[in-house]
């Protein structure tokens, strides 16, 4: 891929580094003062102010890089603590300034003419509207407490075999053939986790409380109202979100009680266990898709170079630049995340990768994210580039499914190729009622403020038992079952971001629909709707795309209709 990623600076100094707000403090001060004559002026400040805001971003990306990539490092602790601390509540007034402008400016009008440019200032009048001053400590305290969630899990390890590991290494175990091995390994991983049970209750009820004020200051009657206003959730409602609960519960759950009972016979066992999830239920060892973080990333670039050149080409650019750290190890943050850098151009990919199929795909999914990120590089603003999620989140399910026409380059053998690819649409199946559970459940959790940590727990069980099969069985495991919610990070440091998940992953699974229609056209609309970024509003990028932005049972029902047809042809 030969171009040009660096972004130019033209309004900021080219050898400007930001160490202190003071750094930058100018540049905002002469936006806010500077005379706006004309609607081209406007456009003009509007350029500027996003090439000062891709600089910021992008430096406090890499504070938050190198603090998940090493979370037992004490300076990139502080340096991103820095920004949080004295840089990021500098900023929020003088933002809050600016956005003020924008909507007293008498040109506003004619420039919200222009689609891109109506969506922006519509976001603009919304953060208008919710910002406090009040709030820009709190939300500081509450990046400090994010962080504090990382470092805890960052740091929960297990021993096996005279070896240290991470929870996510240890889990591969979970995988094996041996059940005893499988219980033993499930135990340690629960009961490292269940140490910080107690710590992390804390974090979590802080969070609460602080998100709750957040809400109240700026004259939402919960947190969760707050956040729909917040994340720009113009196209649907939480009663929308509650039909996509329903939807789940009535079309989907009722799939998994027969998959897990065609696991439990073909196991041959008795009792179902929550440690019998995992291995193959015919008894085979796990696949094993790639050696290390280096085949991983280089079978992926022949993946993504065979659907279509210039998704190699992404993820090649990455690598030569070195925006990638794959493999697990201690003191890494746990998860995974594609980061995109404004300036640079090309994002930044974190994950946790041993050696599953979950890893595999992971990076075929954040991979899909990279590529959205280089689609929209050369769109007008950095604001057009921030897509919402539930188009993020499109752009990675879509090439996790996509993908699998050439998983033949992790799987020479056909029977693992099949076999990887009935685990991953089995997964999709029970993934839709996971994303319903912690969104029903972070519903229940802001609407219900001054619950205390029994009513979470008991309200937790309630949701995750009507979204779960009921031949597992969990006897002896209360406890870990009481606090499974504790390992979805989402909740400490995203809430609200994750329904998304689902909406993209109904709406992955009708581009793939259309991709194995007919490869060209369905490739093309993939590509088209992700080029849009944020200049169209969530529907009609699901429209370029060919497919419906839909949580309605009967389009639900069709669509895991088609997932399970794809199923029986693996069989």
Same mark, same amino acid.
């Not at 660096?6 to 900021?12: D, M, T």
């Not at 402008?101 to 003419?113: A, R, S």
């Not at 188009?391 to 990887?420: C, G, K, Q, T, Y």
């Not at 499974?484 to 990070?489: E, F, I, R, S």
């Given at each position: 891929?030969?171009?040009?990623?660096?972004?130019?600076?033209?309004?900021?100094?080219?050898?400007?580094?930001?160490?202190?707000?003071?750094?930058?403090?100018?540049?905002?001060?002469?936006?806010?003062?500077?005379?706006?004559?004309?609607?081209?002026?406007?456009?003009?400040?509007?350029?500027?102010?996003?090439?000062?805001?891709?600089?910021?971003?992008?430096?406090?990306?890499?504070?938050?890089?190198?603090?998940?990539?090493?979370? %037992?490092?004490?300076?990139?602790?502080?340096?991103?603590?820095?920004?949080?601390?004295?840089?990021?509540?500098?900023? %929020?007034?003088?933002?809050?300034?600016?956005? /003020?402008?924008?909507?007293?400016?008498?040109?506003?009008?004619?420039?919200?003419?222009?689609?891109?440019?109506?969506?922006?200032?519509?976001?603009?009048?919304? %953060?208008?509207?919710?910002?406090?001053?009040?709030?820009?400590?709190?939300?500081?305290?509450?990046?400090?407490?994010?962080?504090k969630f990382s470092q805890i899990s960052g740091g929960m390890t297990v021993e096996h075999g005279g070896k240290e590991m991470t929870l996510q290494q240890a889990a591969v175990?979970?995988? %094996?053939?041996?059940?005893?091995?499988?219980?033993?390994?499930?135990?340690?991983?629960a009961d490292r986790r269940l140490r910080d049970t107690q710590p992390l209750n804390e974090v979590f009820n802080s969070m609460i409380e602080l998100r709750t004020r957040v809400?109240?200051?700026?004259?939402?009657?919960?947190?969760?109202?707050?956040?729909?206003?917040?994340?720009?959730?113009?196209?649907?409602?939480?009663?929308?979100?509650?039909?996509?609960?329903?939807?789940?519960?009535?079309?989907?759950?009722?799939?998994?009680?027969?998959?897990?009972?065609?696991?439990?016979?073909?196991?041959?066992?008795?009792?179902?266990?929550?440690?019998?999830?995992?291995?193959?239920?015919?008894?085979?060892?796990?696949?094993?898709?790639?050696?290390?973080? /280096?085949?991983?990333?280089?079978?992926?670039?022949?993946?993504?170079?065979?659907?279509?050149?210039?998704?190699?080409?992404?993820?090649?650019?990455?690598?030569?630049?070195?925006?990638? @750290?794959?493999?697990?190890?201690?003191?890494?943050?746990?998860?995974?995340?594609?980061?995109?850098?404004?300036?640079?151009?090309?994002?930044?990919?974190?994950?946790?990768?041993?050696?599953?199929?979950?890893?595999?795909?992971?990076?075929?999914?954040?991979?899909?994210?990279?590529?959205?990120?280089?689609?929209?590089?050369?769109?007008?603003?950095?604001?057009?580039?921030?897509?919402?999620?539930?188009?993020?989140?499109?752009?990675?399910?879509?090439?996790?499914?996509?993908?699998? @026409?050439?998983?033949?380059?992790?799987?020479?053998?056909?029977?693992?190729?099949?076999?990887?690819?009935?685990?991953?649409?089995?997964?999709?199946? @029970?993934?839709?009622?996971?994303?319903?559970?912690?969104?029903?459940?972070?519903?229940?959790?802001?609407?219900?403020?001054?619950?205390?940590?029994?009513?979470?727990?008991?309200?937790?069980?309630?949701?995750?038992?009507?979204?779960?099969?009921?031949?597992?069985?969990?006897?002896?495991?209360?406890?870990?079952?009481?606090?499974?919610?504790?390992?979805?990070?989402?909740?400490?440091?995203?809430?609200?971001?994750?329904?998304?998940?689902?909406?993209?992953?109904?709406?992955?699974?009708?581009?793939?629909?259309?991709?194995?229609?007919?490869?060209?056209?369905?490739? @093309?609309?993939?590509?088209n709707a992700l080029k849009l970024g944020s200049t169209k509003t969530i529907p009609e990028v699901y429209e370029a795309a060919g497919i419906r932005f839909d949580f309605s049972?009967?389009?639900?029902?069709?669509?895991?209709?088609?997932?399970?047809?794809?199923?029986?042809?693996?069989?």
């Amino acid at each position: 891929m030969k171009r040009e990623i660096k972004l130019e600076r033209n309004y900021v100094e080219p050898d400007l580094e930001i160490n202190d707000w003071k750094d930058i403090e100018g540049y905002f001060e002469e936006l806010d003062s500077r005379s706006i004559d004309s609607v081209e002026n406007l456009r003009n400040w509007f350029h500027n102010r996003s090439e000062l805001e891709a600089i910021i971003s992008e430096n406090m990306a890499w504070r938050y890089i190198n603090m998940t990539c090493d979370t %037992a490092n004490e300076e990139y602790t502080k340096s991103y603590q820095h920004f949080v601390q004295n840089i990021q509540p500098e900023i %929020a007034p003088f933002s809050d300034k600016l956005n /003020r402008k924008v909507i007293e400016c008498p040109f506003v009008d004619e420039l919200e003419k222009d689609e891109a440019y109506f969506i922006l200032i519509r976001e603009i009048r919304k %953060a208008v509207e919710i910002f406090r001053k009040e709030n820009i400590p709190l939300f500081t305290e509450l990046q400090t407490l994010s962080q504090k969630f990382s470092q805890i899990s960052g740091g929960m390890t297990v021993e096996h075999g005279g070896k240290e590991m991470t929870l996510q290494q240890a889990a591969v175990y979970l995988q %094996a053939t041996d059940r005893e091995l499988r219980e033993e390994i499930y135990h340690k991983i629960a009961d490292r986790r269940l140490r910080d049970t107690q710590p992390l209750n804390e974090v979590f009820n802080s969070m609460i409380e602080l998100r709750t004020r957040v809400a109240k200051n700026a004259g939402f009657q919960n947190f969760r109202d707050y956040m729909f206003k917040s994340m720009g959730r113009f196209d649907y409602t939480p009663e929308d979100c509650f039909n996509f609960h329903d939807s789940v519960e009535s079309q989907v759950v009722p799939l998994l009680n027969p998959l897990a009972m065609e696991r439990k016979e073909a196991l041959g066992i008795d009792t179902l266990r929550p440690w019998d999830k995992a291995v193959d239920k015919e008894g085979r060892d796990p696949l094993k898709p790639f050696e290390g973080g /280096r085949d991983l990333l280089e079978k992926s670039i022949e993946c993504f170079h065979r659907i279509d050149p210039f998704l190699g080409d992404c993820l090649r650019t990455m690598d030569e630049m070195g925006h990638l @750290d794959l493999e697990s190890r201690t003191g890494k943050a746990p998860g995974g995340y594609n980061y995109p850098l404004y300036e640079s151009g090309a994002p930044f990919i974190f994950m946790n990768a041993t050696s599953t199929v979950r890893d595999m795909v992971t990076l075929m999914h954040e991979g899909g994210h990279a590529v959205h990120s280089f689609l929209v590089s050369d769109l007008e603003l950095t604001d057009f580039k921030s897509t919402p999620s539930e188009v993020a989140e499109l752009a990675s399910m879509s090439m996790e499914l996509i993908s699998m @026409d050439h998983w033949d380059l992790f799987f020479p053998n056909p029977d693992d190729l099949l076999r990887a690819k009935k685990e991953h649409l089995e997964q999709i199946i @029970d993934t839709l009622p996971w994303v319903a559970t912690i969104d029903k459940f972070q519903h229940w959790i802001y609407e219900n403020h001054g619950h205390n940590t029994e009513d979470r727990t008991a309200s937790w069980l309630d949701i995750l038992d009507r979204f779960s099969d009921d031949v597992t069985q969990w006897d002896g495991l209360d406890e870990n079952k009481s606090n499974l919610w504790q390992k979805q990070l989402h909740l400490f440091e995203v809430p609200f971001y994750y329904i998304e998940y689902g909406m993209a992953q109904l709406g992955a699974i009708a581009v793939w629909k259309k991709y194995r229609e007919d490869k060209k056209a369905g490739l @093309d609309g993939y590509i088209n709707a992700l080029k849009l970024g944020s200049t169209k509003t969530i529907p009609e990028v699901y429209e370029a795309a060919g497919i419906r932005f839909d949580f309605s049972k009967d389009y639900i029902a069709e669509l895991i209709g088609f997932v399970r047809d794809e199923l029986k042809g693996l069989r």
